[in-house]
């Protein structure tokens, strides 16, 4: 493999196709040995480690649209990434053509019409940097260097949305480059059904290379309340929390998780919420959850906005290994509940043993759905499942390969252990284990079958591939 590294303004002196691809690019073409290429196929889970044949780092749409059709034509599988953080690590083609998208990470904010435009490689915290010195902000995830592109393109949730609706919800248009290179603009107007499609489709209908989002005027300011308990104490707590997020405001997302305690200790089964806006009014809500019982810990907080959005990144961070499994649940009935705090033991004594030491189960979670989510027509995008109340997840994280059958089996267990309460799943976070039967999870029958006829129409030869598939419908 010749090394075809472009440096802008100079012509590589090895000819072929690459070596012209290289030439016409505004970004720089890696290929294996070069500088740059090993960071640019390391993706956030550890257990990725696939080799493209090259790398194209997009610095503009012509490159990216270059890059697709020098794909195509040679049959090249292709990977997108933006902010690398999908577990299946779809972003990386072993062999293939990554398009790297993450120079194209730039932020325009018009604060007077409350409008952003986001480059399709950005990531979450450029999105949030360049909106708050406005006090304005989007529903974007709660991790800040999660992509703007992959999260949006599949839904979004964060903490915004149960007040604005699902980042997909506040997106006005997206410009996109096709399977044949051509950059089209998708929006309520122009290309409608497609508008349709990338709310919810993810990444299938071509490489998004820039988004325009409805910004809000949110202000700076949250409140954050979290309230440990003793696991085996907890199931009447949740039942509680369960009835008062129901009722809360849309300011509010309620959260509740599981995790092994310190050492010598049990689970820790931690309920609480996130709130966007004035923190007094927040505090108003700590009694209800003060009166669900003895906590053995309290955390209330009130991070700027900004660091609310960066509160995760250390324990979402990169190098670990790591597996999910995960559920929309309509509902969380009382035998939900003891099975979210078993986390797919037999009992609660197995979830204590070797307690401080790990027990090697998965944390799980809960965040509140409902609110503006639920208000968007069902038929209006094609994120499916809008009547959720709750996502759950559970997590692994690791660094030892050697255990890597034993936690993704506990991480399905506790995931299976939920799915009788289940109306399906969130599509970002699918493994790449659960293929097509996952992709129906995702996205219900009537919706799987117009997304078909969408892909049918803008990719029929399937060259966004390296995805959650939606595959074309057959003419
Ligand atoms: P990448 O791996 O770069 O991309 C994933 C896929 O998206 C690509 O393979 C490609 O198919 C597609 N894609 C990405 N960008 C583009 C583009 N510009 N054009 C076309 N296709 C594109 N989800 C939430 O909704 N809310 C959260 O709060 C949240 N928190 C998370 C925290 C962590 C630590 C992690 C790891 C994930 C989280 N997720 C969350 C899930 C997240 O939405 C998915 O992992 C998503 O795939 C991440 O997108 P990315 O751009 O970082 O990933």
């Given at each position: 493999?010749?090394?075809?590294?472009?440096?802008?303004?100079?012509?590589?002196?090895?000819?072929?196709?690459?070596?012209?691809?290289?030439?016409?690019?505004?970004?720089?073409?890696?290929?294996?040995?070069?500088?740059?290429?090993?960071?640019?196929?390391?993706?956030?889970?550890?257990?990725?480690?696939?080799?493209?044949?090259?790398?194209?780092?997009?610095?503009?749409?012509?490159?990216?649209?270059?890059?697709?059709?020098?794909?195509?034509?040679?049959?090249?599988?292709?990977?997108?990434?933006?902010?690398?953080?999908?577990?299946?690590?779809?972003?990386?083609?072993?062999?293939?053509?990554?398009?790297?998208?993450?120079?194209?990470?730039?932020?325009?904010?018009?604060?007077?019409?409350?409008?952003?435009?986001?480059?399709?490689?950005?990531?979450?915290?450029?999105?949030?940097?360049?909106?708050?010195?406005?006090?304005?902000?989007?529903?974007?995830?709660?991790?800040?260097?999660?992509?703007?592109?992959?999260?949006?393109?599949?839904?979004?949730?964060?903490?915004?949305?149960?007040?604005?609706?699902?980042?997909?919800?506040?997106?006005?248009?997206?410009?996109?480059?096709?399977?044949?290179?051509?950059?089209?603009?998708?929006?309520?107007?122009?290309?409608?059904?497609?508008?349709?499609?990338?709310?919810?489709?993810?990444?299938?209908?071509?490489?998004?290379?820039?988004?325009?989002?409805?910004?809000?005027?949110?202000?700076?300011?949250?409140?954050?309340?979290?309230?440990?308990?003793?696991?085996?104490?907890?199931?009447?707590?949740?039942?509680?929390?369960?009835?008062?997020?129901?009722?809360?405001?849309?300011?509010?997302?309620?959260?509740?998780?599981?995790?092994?305690?310190?050492?010598?200790?049990?689970?820790?089964?931690?309920?609480?919420?996130?709130?966007?806006?004035?923190?007094?009014?927040?505090?108003?809500?700590?009694?209800?959850?003060?009166?669900?019982?003895?906590?053995?810990?309290?955390?209330?907080?009130?991070?700027?906005?900004?660091?609310?959005?960066?509160?995760?990144?250390?324990?979402?961070?990169?190098?670990?290994?790591?597996?999910?499994?995960?559920?929309?649940?309509?509902?969380?009935?009382?035998?939900?509940?003891?099975?979210?705090?078993?986390?797919?033991?037999?009992?609660?004594?197995?979830?204590?043993?070797?307690?401080?030491?790990?027990?090697?189960?998965?944390?799980?979670?809960?965040?509140?759905?409902?609110?503006?989510?639920?208000?968007?027509?069902?038929?209006?995008?094609?994120?499916?499942?809008?009547?959720?109340?709750?996502?759950?997840?559970?997590?692994?994280?690791?660094?030892?390969?050697?255990?890597?059958?034993?936690?993704?089996?506990?991480?399905?267990?506790?995931?299976?252990?939920?799915?009788?309460?289940?109306?399906?799943?969130?599509?970002?976070?699918?493994?790449?284990?659960?293929?097509?039967?996952?992709?129906?999870?995702?996205?219900?029958?009537?919706?799987l079958a117009r997304l078909a006829a969408l892909k049918a129409v803008w990719d029929p030869r399937n060259v966004f591939h390296l995805n959650q598939n939606i595959r074309p419908a057959a003419s």
């Open positions: 493999m010749t090394t075809a590294t472009h440096l802008p303004g100079t012509r590589n002196p090895d000819a072929g196709p690459e070596a012209a691809l290289a030439a016409r690019l505004d970004g720089r073409l890696l290929t294996p040995g070069d500088a740059g290429y090993d960071t640019a196929r390391t993706v956030w889970n550890a257990m990725v480690d696939r080799r493209p044949r090259m790398v194209v780092q997009a610095a503009s749409a012509a490159d990216v649209a270059a890059a697709v059709r020098f794909a195509r034509d040679r049959g090249l599988e292709i990977g997108v990434r933006c902010g690398g953080h999908n577990v299946a690590g779809f972003a990386v083609p072993d062999g293939g053509l990554m398009i790297d998208l993450t120079p194209m990470g730039g932020v325009r904010v018009d604060a007077v019409r409350r409008r952003a435009r986001v480059q399709g490689g950005a990531l979450l915290g450029a999105l949030d940097r360049a909106t708050q010195p406005y006090g304005l902000a989007t529903t974007a995830g709660n991790v800040s260097h999660t992509g703007v592109g992959g999260l949006t393109l599949g839904g979004g949730m964060g903490w915004l949305a149960r007040r604005y609706g699902l980042a997909c919800d506040n997106v006005e248009s997206y410009t996109m480059v096709t399977a044949s290179g051509e950059t089209v603009t998708a929006s309520r107007t122009e290309h409608p059904e497609l508008f349709w499609g990338l709310r919810g489709g993810g990444g299938n209908f071509g490489v998004v290379t820039e988004f325009e989002f409805r910004l809000h005027r949110t202000g700076t300011r949250t409140l954050v309340a979290e309230f440990d308990f003793r696991a085996e104490d907890a199931v009447p707590v949740l039942a509680g929390w369960r009835e008062l997020s129901a009722a809360a405001p849309r300011e509010a997302t309620f959260t509740a998780s599981v995790a092994d305690g310190p050492a010598g200790g049990g689970p820790v089964a931690t309920v609480g919420f996130v709130w966007v806006g004035d923190p007094e009014r927040g505090r108003r809500l700590l009694p209800a959850l003060r009166a669900l019982g003895r906590p053995v810990a309290t955390r209330i907080t009130t991070p700027s906005y900004l660091e609310l959005q960066r509160r995760d990144d250390s324990t979402g961070g990169h190098a670990y290994r790591r597996y999910s499994a995960g559920h929309y649940l309509r509902d969380l009935p009382a035998a939900a509940v003891e099975d979210f705090l078993l986390r797919g033991a037999a009992d609660l004594r197995g979830t204590r043993r070797g307690a401080g030491a790990g027990t090697g189960l998965p944390g799980v979670g809960l965040q509140a759905h409902g609110g503006a989510i639920a208000d968007v027509p069902d038929g209006d995008a094609a994120f499916g499942h809008r009547g959720t109340a709750f996502e759950f997840g559970a997590g692994s994280r690791w660094t030892d390969a050697a255990e890597d059958d034993a936690r993704m089996a506990a991480a399905r267990a506790a995931g299976a252990a939920l799915a009788p309460y289940a109306n399906g799943v969130y599509v970002n976070s699918l493994t790449a284990h659960e293929g097509d039967r996952g992709v129906r999870r995702a996205y219900p029958a009537a919706k």
